[in-house]
């Protein structure tokens, strides 16, 4: 059993959780090794978030399956595991989820799996260093990392290696995979940052219904204000949403972004209160931050996310972008 520990990331999980992993292992510990079983293919993976599940099919392709836990429309601040989704990582080979407590209440559930089959935490790969702190948490970090390109480049790395060690056979096809995949992610780094770039600097600013976009601001020049915290638990008061309409009648600021998973509520309230000051600010689209597009689409792939939402905030705050993205796949 102990070796499956060293996949389990455990900043994604609660203390309670760590201990009861803890109690697990030593009520164990006589126990005899399993025996290999023969893999049988394709592997099933699950992942936690379609950005994760994303890479998983990328590099995996016709050697694994991966189902997702979580929908375009679902806050991974907020899921909890159900049953069937309980049943479908009992059943599965292999499970990735983020880390960085972005899924703060799946903790328990993930240490249950780490007891029996490998689970591995795509943020590990990501050296502290170059993590955002949390403010509201205290020794926490922001873990929306697929934000930043390069950043998530590293997370394909950590998927590659995990499915070459859980099946050696297919190593050399994972990574043919994996470098395939890595140049697409160079070459949208690379597209995002220059039309980034054709923003004027006194307009570089994307207020967002939450902080989800730090780690984009940070690699592309923007910066970056949430109506609410890192965490979609954290509410929004009116002294936040004052304080954000003073922000933007003091900078000129012309648009604002609602977000797919997060109600616009509060979007909304901030348009109305800059009007109320005189002041003109429209909602210049509605960006993916927790979760990707609708399944099937282009949007709905990682790419496809990055692309609509770094072309959606260009054009809104005043810089040069092709209108349907980098190739020019997004929908109308």
């Not at 005899?32 to 099933?44: D, I, K, R, T, V």
């Not at 297919?170 to 054709?198: C, F, H, K, P, W």
């Not at 509520?265 to 009007?275: Q, V």
Request: proline share 4%; charged share 20%; aromatic share 8%.
């Amino acid at each position: 059993m102990t070796k499956y520990i060293r996949y389990l990331n455990l900043k994604a999980v609660t203390a309670a959780a760590i201990l009861a992993l803890l109690l697990a292992l030593a009520a164990c510990s006589g126990d005899q090794p399993e025996a290999e079983q023969p893999l049988s293919y394709p592997l099933s993976a699950v992942a936690t978030t379609g950005m994760v599940a994303n890479i998983v099919a990328e590099v995996g392709d016709e050697r694994t399956t991966v189902h997702a836990l979580m929908g375009s429309d679902v806050d991974p601040h907020l899921y909890r595991p159900t049953r069937s989704d309980v049943a479908r990582m009992q059943g599965a080979d292999i499970i990735f989820y983020n880390g960085l407590m972005l899924e703060g209440r799946m903790g328990d559930t993930l240490v249950q799996m780490a007891r029996s089959r490998p689970v591995f935490a795509v943020s590990e790969a990501v050296d502290e260093a170059v993590l955002l702190e949390d403010d509201e948490y205290e020794e926490a970090f922001d873990p929306h990392l697929w934000m930043d390109v390069s950043l998530w480049i590293r997370a394909v790395e950590v998927v590659v290696d995990a499915l070459s060690t859980f099946d050696p056979d297919g190593a050399s096809e994972y990574r043919a995979n994996a470098n395939a995949y890595i140049a697409q992610l160079e070459e949208l780094d690379t597209y995002v940052r220059e039309i980034m770039e054709t923003i004027p600097e006194n307009r570089r600013i994307l207020i967002t219904a939450h902080d989800a976009f730090g780690y984009f601001g940070a690699a592309y020049g923007v910066e970056v204000l949430g109506v609410q915290g890192i965490s979609t638990e954290s509410e929004a008061g009116l002294e936040d949403i004052n304080s954000l309409v003073s922000f933007i009648v003091e900078n000129d600021v012309r648009a604002v972004f609602a977000e797919s998973t997060v109600p616009d509520r509060a979007m909304m309230a901030i348009i109305e209160g800059a009007a109320a000051r005189g002041h003109r600010v429209e909602l210049g689209g509605e960006l993916f931050s927790d979760a990707m597009g609708a399944p099937g689409s282009y949007e709905g792939t990682y790419i496809g996310m990055i692309d609509h939402n770094a072309t959606t905030v260009a054009r809104a705050l005043g810089g040069t972008a092709p209108e349907r993205g980098l190739h020019g796949r997004l929908s109308r």
